[in-house]
T-cell receptor, first 111, second 114 residues
Framework: GEDVEQSLFLSVREGDSSVINCTYTDSSSTYLYWYKQEPGAGLQLLTYIFSNMDMKQDQRLTVLLNKKDKHLSLRIADTQTGDSAIYFCAENSGGYNKLIFGAGTRLAVHP | EAGVAQSPRYKIIEKRQSVAFWCNPISGHATLYWYQQILGQGPKLLIQFQNNGVVDDSQLPKDRFSAERLKGVDSTLKIQPAKLEDSAVYLC????????????FGQGTRLTVV
């Protein structure tokens, strides 16, 4: 069935890189997404990658996709305190943009 | 461009009572989604509309939940009667079409059932 798994917590020092990992099960997913959720706010799309790509870079964000292992990662370079939030990995399923979310990784950035 | 609007932001009700949530999607967006996010979990799709038709309601508990999008714009989600396990944030999202385009989320309605 459809399932997305993430580690629940990550703590990094300000200025270091953060790497958040995700595994998914639906090999037919055409897009994979990273969303950010700050306290009391809705979900904000950070970036996405098409399934035939291996890597996508967008400013401080780098997404790596290993389709064979169904593994997705998000790297945030030069992590800042404003990056503290919950990060959700999601796959689209069923061809109708139905998003299947992981449980989220809480990123804590400390000085 | 205005975002997805939801109301109310917060609601506290007793179990067995009824509650309704309202969503106004981004203008021109044909696809509207309702997600349920239980504390500590990722959002789970309840129902997806394409204009005023239902595309997917496979995870909607139809004995107590209902949703409508009569004119293909605004939508309401109702719970009747509510149970304790319905306590969650209900997120509305919209996208231009149903085909792999970005979904924009509202701030959500936090429901507490006591």
């Amino acid at each position: 069935g459809e399932d997305v798994e993430q580690s629940l917590f990550l703590s990094v020092r300000e200025g270091d890189s953060s790497v958040i990992n995700c595994t998914y099960t639906d090999s037919s997913s055409t897009y994979l997404y990273w969303y950010k959720q700050e306290p009391g706010a809705g979900l904000q799309l950070l970036t996405y990658i098409f399934s035939n790509m291996d890597m996508k870079q967008d400013q401080r964000l780098t997404v790596l996709l290993n389709k064979k292992d169904k593994h997705l990662s998000l790297r945030i370079a030069d992590t800042q305190t404003g990056d503290s939030a919950i990060y959700f990995c999601a796959e689209n399923s069923g061809g109708y943009n139905k998003l299947i979310f992981g449980a989220g990784t809480r990123l804590a950035v400390h000085p | 461009e205005a975002g997805v609007a939801q109301s109310p932001r917060y609601k506290i009700i007793e179990k067995r009572q009824s509650v309704a949530f309202w969503c106004n999607p981004i203008s021109g967006h044909a696809t509207l989604y309702w997600y349920q996010q239980i504390l500590g979990q990722g959002p789970k799709l309840l129902i997806q509309f394409q204009n005023n038709g239902v595309v997917d309601d496979s995870q909607l508990p139809k004995d107590r939940f209902s949703a409508e999008r009569l004119k293909g714009v605004d939508s309401t989600l109702k719970i009747q009667p509510a149970k304790l396990e319905d306590s969650a944030v209900y997120l509305c999202a919209s996208s231009l079409t149903q085909l792999n385009t970005e979904a924009f989320f509202g701030q959500g309605t936090r429901l507490t059932v006591v």
